[in-house]
Each structure stands twice: as structure tokens, then as C-alpha cells.
């Protein structure tokens, strides 16, 4: 009896010294702290390896952890001799490995409820993995296998092939992707050129040799990250020193984009015409990548209320005075590590796309020439703000944003810096975003029954 | 026995494996022993993942050792596949795919 009152007044205790000021993410004053949790908690923590590989890691206590291990292997890292590699090179994640057969590493990983994935960008290759914090062991050691010891047996790299078929005709079914990759292939010389997706006339020949001579000089310690989300960072340390060192040195040097400004026209049948016009914009990281990223916002950067009518977005303003069809626009900023793209893309019918384009870039000119209020700038900065950190709510796009800013620039920016970041933009930087596009050389790439779309230079 | 084999009978059972290579006949229509495999389920897999160059040499072995067999003759004897020149191509890869199945087959049971 004593003993039941003596565990009720102790919970009351404890409840009295929480009702003050203590913050519940940090020790209880008084209690001794074990020495692993001598660093701050809730923080992302940052080590770049003498070998270059950076490692970055966040102990968020959930209980399905998360690692990423992130590589400057993009589609912009392909070469004339080899596109479509990066391709295979992501459906390869569970082929055979030197220490695990693709039987094992499927089963393995599924015996433990985790998953294992790999996602491509232009610029990184990005493999992840997750499942139960208890069981990261296991994955880990799939995980680095494929990163670092893929053997790529030739008769699974060709048995890829329906495969390779499959993702091509479901990207052919959304007309925005074709009509991105064109835009890439039409806007660059080089590199960012290359599509996410294998060419039709590699399909089926890129073979074993090239994928391993693709990795060889790619998939090396100074262009890897190995970001942890739920899981220590003296753990990670120890396996980013011990496994992935396989590969050393920068590999080989990417190359400058080089931005050309052409056109590309695909004419189909689809009684809507997507089309995109592009300038170049902005590096990532650069000071000028906010301002595009508020101006972006400024412009319209999809509906915000579903089923609304879409007010704040200035060039569905624009473009509604100009036809009363079904249309939908939007501004499109992509930010790479040394060039970018900022425009509009537009989707109308075929019989009006002329007058939406030019209604839209009209819109852009507007915006160049001072036509955006204080209050316009400030809607903008709050949806860039709430856009960026509702993005970092998921597990996933955490991953992401620590990642390729680890990648990228070997740090992390707090959440609270990019705010301040955002705000500190001016309605000048703005505007001068705006006067570059309407300045700069433009890239267009179109889709649809094309009679009444106008090429680049009549815009 | 066989363990403790020292250099003589070592000789001796090269001898006798050479012997009964040449008494098995095959090598005087000249193929060699992974072409005269029996073709189950595991050995056409193997043979699918075959590099396409040597499948194509077992092709043309085979198709030679066929059409001298329907004539009932035999290779001039310079021709005949010598033992030590017996390349047994196939073997890594069946050793592979046994393997991989009897993983399977470990898996399922669990």
C-alpha cells in the first residue's frame, strides 16, 4: 500500500519539474546522461571522411530507420558511347553481388519487412534503404554490397531488357515527361542533355562491361554520402571508413553544361499541346537560386486549393484572360550543380496554345518590368517556405534534402537558416530574376498536334 | 586411400583417366565432355548463360559430330579431341546454377 503511494507521488514529481520550462527533447536536469548522448539531440550531424566520402545522420528515435547512400552518378554522367546506363544501372539494384546472390539479397530484405530502392536524377543516383531499426544491420550489409561489389552477370543485365521496355512506355503515357526530357535535350549541348531514360537504340545493348566501367569511375568515396536517418552517427562512421572505400579518387571529372537554347517539336495526336519555354537560370546553392525559387512562387507554382480556382497564381490569371478552354500553367525552376532552368509550362488545347503561351510569357515580362507588390513577394516567400518544409515532414524527402545538400555542399542547412535564407530575398532580386528569363536564350519543347504552336523564335 | 595418394598412383590415375577418355569415343567425332551432357532443366540454364562465342563453338561441334555420325564415319585421327586440350566450358556455370537452386530450395524449407 505505502509502496503504490510512494510510485503516485513520484509520478507527480516528475510531472511538477516537466510543467516548468523543460523542453521534452532534452535530458531531465539533475539525471546523469549516458556519453553517447553528450551531443544535442534532434540534430543532423555532418562528417566528411578523409577519403571524401561525407556522412550525415539524424537520431530522430523513430522506429524504422533510414539510409541513403547518395552518388554523383546521374544521367549528366553518361557519355555518347554509354547512355542509357544509368538506366540499367537503376534496375539493377538487386542483381547478384560479389557477397549475396539477387535470390538472397530479395529474400534477405524481405525477410526483415524492409525495402530496398534506388532513384536517379540528372545529377545523383540515390540507393535507400529501410526497415525496422532493430534489423539495420542486415540491410546495411545489402546495401553496401550493391553499392560497392554489384558483378552485373550478363545474362541479368540482358534479362533487364522487358524491363527496360516497360518504364520507357509508361513514361510515354504522361506527355509532361517527354516533354521535360526534350526540353533537357533541346536546351544543353552535353551532359544534362542526356535523358533519364534509356535511348531506343540502346535498348538491349548496353552491356555488362559498361556497367562496371560506368561504376568504376563513378561510384567513388569522394563523390558518395552516406546519410542516416534514425540510426547513430558513430555507427555510420565506422561502416562509411570500413566499406565504402573500395573506390578512391574524384573518378572522372564531369564537364560543363553547356546551354544552347534550341527547339524540339514531337507532333502526336493528343488534342492538348504541352509545352514548355525555358531560359537559363540558376545554380543550386548560388544567391541568385532563392530568387528564382520566390519568383517561381510569385508566378504560380500549382494549385495550392484543390478544385480552386487558383487566384494567387498570376499566370493562370494572365493566361484565363486569354481563353476560356481548359489550361493549366505553371512556372518550372530546376536548379543543377552548375547551370538551371526556369520558365513556364503550359498545357492547353491544340487550337489556343499559341495565345496561352504568349498570355504566360507576357506575365513573365510584367513581373521583369516591376509588376509585383510587396504583398505578392510575401505570399510567394510563405509558399516556398511551406513548400520546403512540408517537404522534409516525410521520411523520404528528409532523406533527400540532407543528402543532396550533404552531396552538394558537404553541410546541412537547418530548416530555421532556410527560412531566414528565404526571407532575406528582396522584391529587386525578384524582379532581375524575372528581366534574366526574359533576356536569356530561350529552349521550348512542345507535344501534341502542334498547327497552331509557334517555334522559339516567333514567341 | 585416394587421400594419401603419393606421386605414383597420382601418374597412374591420370593414366587411366586418359585411357578411358579416348575409349569413350566421343572425342573422335570431335567434341568434347560438357557437349555430350545430358540436358536437364540446370544444364539449359547454363547453356542459356553461356558468352555467345563459346555457345556458338558448341553449336558447330555438335552439328559436325551429327552429320559424321549419319555417315557413320570419324574425324582423320590428327583431328580427334586430345584430353588435355578437353576444355570443360560449362562446368563454372552449372556449379552456379546448382547452387543457386539448392539456395532456393534451403529457402523455401525454412
Known amino acids: 500500500m505505502k509502496g503504490l503511494r510512494g510510485i503516485s507521488h513520484l509520478s507527480r514529481r516528475f510531472y511538477a519539474a516537466r510543467g516548468g520550462k523543460q523542453s521534452l527533447s532534452e535530458p531531465l536536469a539533475g539525471i546523469k546522461v549516458s556519453p553517447r548522448a553528450s551531443h544535442s539531440f534532434q540534430d543532423v550531424h555532418v562528417t566528411k571522411l578523409p577519403s571524401g566520402l561525407v556522412i550525415a545522420s539524424l537520431e530522430n528515435y523513430s522506429p524504422a530507420s533510414k539510409i541513403g547512400v547518395l552518388i554523383k552518378a546521374g544521367s549528366r554522367y553518361e557519355t555518347p558511347d554509354n547512355l542509357g546506363v544509368t538506366h540499367l544501372l537503376r534496375l539493377s539494384a538487386n542483381l547478384t553481388t560479389k557477397g549475396a546472390s539477387a535470390f538472397r539479397i530479395t529474400r534477405g530484405v524481405e525477410a526483415v519487412g524492409g525495402s530496398l530502392g534506388v532513384t536517379s536524377s540528372r545529377e545523383n543516383m540515390i540507393y535507400s534503404v529501410d526497415c525496422l531499426r532493430d534489423h539495420m544491420d542486415t540491410v546495411m550489409e545489402y546495401l553496401i554490397n550493391v553499392t560497392t561489389a554489384p558483378e552485373f552477370r550478363p545474362w541479368e543485365v540482358s534479362d533487364l531488357t522487358p524491363r527496360v521496355k516497360l518504364d520507357k512506355a509508361l513514361a510515354a503515357q504522361t506527355q509532361q515527361i517527354g516533354v521535360i526530357e526534350a526540353l533537357h535535350a533541346a536546351a544543353y549541348k552535353n551532359n544534362l542533355s542526356n535523358s533519364l531514360y534509356c535511348p531506343d537504340h540502346r535498348v538491349g545493348k548496353v552491356t555488362s562491361e559498361e556497367m562496371h566501367a560506368f561504376v568504376e569511375s563513378n561510384f567513388t568515396s569522394a563523390r558518395m554520402a552516406l546519410v542516416g536517418l534514425g540510426v547513430d552517427h558513430t555507427i555510420l562512421k565506422q561502416v562509411g571508413e570500413q566499406f565504402l572505400n573500395i573506390r578512391s579518387g574524384m573518378g572522372t571529372a564531369g564537364s560543363k553544361a553547356q546551354y544552347r537554347g534550341g527547339e524540339m517539336r514531337h507532333q502526336g495526336t493528343s488534342s492538348l499541346v504541352h509545352a514548355a519555354v525555358m531560359s537559363e537560370g540558376a545554380t543550386a546553392g548560388s544567391a541568385e537560386a532563392l530568387a528564382f525559387s520566390v519568383l517561381q512562387h510569385v508566378l504560380g507554382a500549382g494549385p495550392h486549393v484543390k478544385r480552386g480556382s487558383n487566384t494567387s497564381s498570376k499566370l493562370t490569371q494572365a493566361v484565363s484572360k486569354a481563353t476560356a478552354s481548359p489550361f493549366d500553367v505553371s512556372a518550372f525552376n530546376a536548379n543543377y550543380s552548375d547551370s538551371g532552368l526556369f520558365g513556364v509550362f503550359t498545357i492547353s488545347q491544340a487550337a489556343e496554345a499559341g495565345d496561352v503561351i504568349k498570355a504566360a510569357l507576357g506575365q513573365v515580362k510584367a513581373v521583369a518590368e516591376g509588376g509585383v507588390t510587396a504583398e505578392d513577394i510575401s505570399r510567394a516567400k510563405n509558399q516556398l517556405k511551406a513548400q520546403y518544409l512540408m517537404s522534409l515532414e516525410t521520411s523520404e524527402g528528409l532523406l533527400e534534402a540532407i543528402g543532396t545538400q550533404a552531396l552538394g555542399e558537404g553541410t546541412y542547412h537547418t530548416p530555421e537558416a532556410m527560412s531566414q535564407k528565404i526571407d532575406a530575398v528582396s522584391s529587386n532580386d525578384v524582379v532581375n530574376a524575372a528581366k534574366k528569363f526574359v533576356a536569356g536564350k530561350k529552349s521550348m519543347a512542345s507535344s501534341g498536334h502542334l498547327a497552331n504552336t509557334p517555334f522559339v523564335d516567333e514567341i | ?110
Open chain 2, 1 to 110: 586411400m585416394a587421400a594419401r595418394a603419393p606421386a605414383a598412383t597420382g601418374r597412374l590415375l591420370q593414366g587411366f583417366r586418359k585411357w578411358y577418355y579416348n575409349a569413350c569415343g566421343f572425342n573422335k567425332i570431335g567434341l568434347m565432355r560438357d557437349d555430350t551432357i545430358h540436358e536437364d532443366d540446370d544444364v539449359k540454364e547454363a547453356l542459356r548463360r553461356l558468352p555467345e562465342n563459346v555457345y556458338n563453338d558448341r553449336m558447330f561441334r555438335i552439328k559436325r559430330a551429327l552429320d559424321l555420325s549419319m555417315k557413320q564415319a570419324v574425324l582423320p585421327k590428327d583431328h580427334w579431341t586430345k584430353y588435355e586440350e578437353d576444355n570443360h566450358y560449362l562446368e563454372p556455370y552449372l556449379k552456379e546454377v546448382i547452387r543457386e537452386r539448392k539456395e532456393r530450395e534451403e529457402w523455401s524449407k525454412k
